[in-house]
């Protein structure tokens, strides 16, 4: 679904990713663990099309199309989403007026017909139900004075609604309450399928007891310096990053 | 000595005939001072941004009565109110819809004041002086032909709409005066358009005097949609009784040159107001908002937030000066300009202005000049919404919050929409 070949790169001249190399396959979720500033968000970033970034090597192909070329919006419409570390805030913008956009334009893309008022207000009320969403924040603009926690589940609510084939999260987990860690995991977890793919990029080994990865990567100055399976993600919580550093030469 | 330049700019402006309805004394104290007033050049403070350039180079005929046959384009979908129509300055009795007219309340043609109302419409004409844009605003008591005197005398439900179309074969001029008259505890709302049928330059010199007395209300929407050579001053005076309350919405979605001259006068104490203001400009359009709000009593409100989106090579000034006097105590006053640049080219020069003699008050002012905001940018086209959409959004979610307050719901939406498709086709 997902390959990414030796890519690089910069901000403002700053080489930030240095050679990166990840395959994810549909049904699969990757988590990527990493110290502060090891390029997990500008990972991210990349991924979703954010032209500060100035990709310098490497490529990136998704379901075999190179998304290097594409602009963040025809990402989104070949199903990638991003949930971001930090949402921002839209005043002016209703949650309702921006779902509306964001779900008909990616219909849009596909080729498929908008959806009636009528249809997308009843699949707003059934996708909220599922992160548990307060109908007051429904009625605000995007993000605006939403909490922490709740700005976190706004993104698994977009989620939701979208439907998206490939998602980024990006520490998701932070600013969560433990029973809204359990919500927003429940809602991944229902959403998992054989066809689509997460790639869940966290601090905290104990998301990934909720979302249970098949890879746990770490990031480190920009490179994956370490794979391997869910203990992984253990025995760096026991550990921390010092170790992998003065193995990497090893 | 007035100057030779000025002299033939006044001269081009004299009509051929003057009414006999509206006060003498008036005009011929007008017409005295633009024997020695002179044209504002950019070396004057006030004028720095408001270069006359190109209403100079133009030579204006006073414009003459026209017809046209497709009032539709202009009328604001579903928007029940009395509308009276004015082609050229020149009111059009059969393209006008006056249906009910409250008991509540009195409308006149000023080329038509007779009576009582010629008598009350003279206590108030031409009474509150303002030496900013002098030469325009006596230009205009000197040779304004026409115009609305509005006097509401208690609550009025139905909104009035003064519709101004510019219908030009060859370059013309139009002079238009009002008078509102909003009685103690009478209620009024009035949206003024104005619109061009073609490109033809045109040039309008506009005052409107406005009294709202004790406990009354006024909501007053501006919309300038003229066309790509439209000029225009407007010079709106606004005197405020106590407990008052007046919301002003200066909307520029049109024209080529303008400048709006906004000035209240809040003279009794507890008075609330609100001094709205949105310019959109494109290609080389000019916009010029100067206001100035005078707290003379305790006790009083006002707030001002004026917001500017500019594209092409378009530039903007805002000037908001207020000013609390001694007496005014307790004045809460609150100034703010903010301005999305959306191309390098466009420009906007602002400056917000305190003046404060009273020690008990609470004042801000404050100005923002930037770009879109390229994280929420970001944030909608990783959502799917593509670029030309997502900065319609940001555009209208900036622009519209100067809206607030408009209780006319068919002229926010219709708003709304030009808003929206002001910027159409950007893609930067
Ligand atoms: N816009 C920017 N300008 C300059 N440096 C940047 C910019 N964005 C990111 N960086 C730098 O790139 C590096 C990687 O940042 P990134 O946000 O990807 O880290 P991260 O792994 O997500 O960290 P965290 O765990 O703290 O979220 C950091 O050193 C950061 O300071
Ligand atoms: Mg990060």
Known sequence: MLSIKNLHASIDDKAILKGLNLEMKAGEVHAIMGPNGSGKSTLASVLAGKEDYEVTEGEVLYHGKDMLDMAPEERAGEGLFLAFQYPVEIPGVSMVNFMRASLNSIREYRKQEPLSAGQFLKLMREKKEIVNLDDKLLKRAVNEGFSGGEKKRNEIFQMAMLEPSLVLMDETDSGLDIDALRIVSDAVNQFRSKDNAFLVITHYQRLLEYIVPDFVHVLSEGKIVRSGGKELALELEEKGYDWLKEGVGA | ?428
């Open chain 2, 1 to 428: 000595m007035q100057s030779t330049k000025t002299k033939e700019f006044i001269q081009q402006f004299q009509p051929q005939t003057l009414p006999t309805s509206l006060p003498n004394e008036v005009r011929e104290l007008a017409m005295s001072a633009l024997n020695i007033l002179e044209l504002p050049t950019t070396k004057w403070e006030e004028w720095k941004y408001s270069n006359l350039r190109p209403i100079l180079k133009h030579q204006f005929q006073p414009a003459n009565h026209a017809e046209i046959d497709n009032l539709a384009a202009y009328l604001i979908p579903d928007f029940e109110a009395n509308v009276l129509v004015f082609v050229n300055g020149v009111y059009s009795k059969s393209l006008s819809q006056i249906g009910e007219l409250e008991d509540t309340v009195s409308v006149t043609l000023l080329s038509e004041l007779e009576g009582e109302t010629a008598a009350v419409f003279s206590d108030y004409y031409g009474k509150i002086t303002s030496p900013e844009g002098q030469i325009f605003s006596a230009l205009n008591t000197a040779y304004a032909a026409e115009g609305v005197f509005i006097h509401a005398k208690g609550v009025v439900e139905r909104p009035i709409h003064l519709l101004h179309i510019q219908h030009a074969t060859a370059a013309q001029s139009v002079q238009m005066r009002n008078l509102f008259l909003v009685e103690k505890h009478a209620k009024v709302k009035v949206l003024e358009s104005f619109h061009s049928s073609n490109d033809t330059p045109s040039f309008r010199n506009a005052v409107t005097e406005i009294f709202v007395k004790e406990n009354a209300g006024l909501e007053y929407v501006k919309l300038q949609e003229e066309g790509e050579a439209g000029m225009m001053v407007d010079q709106t005076e606004i005197s405020q009784a106590s407990d008052s309350r007046v919301k002003t919405y200066t909307l520029s979605m049109g024209g080529n040159w303008i400048r709006n001259n906004l000035h209240f006068h809040l003279k009794g104490p507890n008075t609330e107001s609100v001094l709205n203001g949105l310019y959109m400009l494109k290609d080389n359009q000019h916009v010029d908002n100067h206001s100035l709000v005078h707290h003379f009593a305790p006790n009083s409100y006002s707030n001002e937030l004026y917001k500017g989106i500019l594209g092409g090579k378009s530039t903007a000034a805002f000037r908001g000066k207020i000013h609390v006097h001694q007496p005014a105590q307790k004045t809460n006053a609150y100034q703010s300009n903010r301005n999305i640049l959306l191309t390098d080219t466009a420009s906007v020069n602002t400056k917000p202005q305190l003046e404060i003699y009273a020690d008990d008050v609470k004042c801000s002012h404050g100005a923002t000049t930037g770009r879109i905001e390229e994280e929420a940018l970001f944030y909608l086209r990783a959502r799917g919404v593509p670029m030309e959409e997502a900065q319609q959004l940001l555009i209208h979610a900036f622009g519209a919050e100067t809206l607030d307050g408009i209780t006319m719901d068919a002229v926010v939406g219709y708003i709304d929409q030009l808003i929206t498709a002001r910027f159409a086709g950007i893609t930067d």
